[in-house]
């Protein structure tokens, strides 16, 4: 239930970030504006990764790893080698 606090919140918020909710025009372009998108992509191109058996990280290590992943996902490997 919301309370006079987080209705007065929720509006500062909206009136604050007008410019930025935008979902019919994110939606005509072909955008995303759930969390699902983002989420499914983590768990197949991070999780899938980063769980396997028997490996610890470090949190350097494990952002490297995630840096190569996503570069070679987005098909610049090219950029990293030249």
């Known amino acids: 239930m ?4 987080n209705c007065n919140s929720l509006l ?3 009136a604050n ?3 930025r909710i935008n979902y019919k025009t994110y939606l005509d ?6 969390s699902g998108a983002m989420e499914s992509a983590n768990k197949e191109f991070i999780q ?10 470090t ?3 494990a952002q490297q ?3 190569l992943r996503v570069i070679l ?3 610049e490997w090219d950029k990293l080698i030249d």
């Not at 919301?2 to 606090?5: D, S």
């Not at 899938?48 to 990280?57: A, D, E, G, I, N």
């Open 48 to 57: 899938k990764r980063m769980k396997l058996s028997v490996q610890r990280w």
């Open 65 to 67: 790893v995630v840096n």
């Open 12 to 14: 500062t918020y909206l």
């Open 73 to 75: 996902k987005n098909n």
């Open 2 to 5: 919301f309370t006079l606090i």
């Open 59 to 61: 949190l350097k290590g």
């Open 17 to 19: 970030n007008n410019q």
């Open 29 to 34: 372009d072909g955008l995303f504006i759930g």
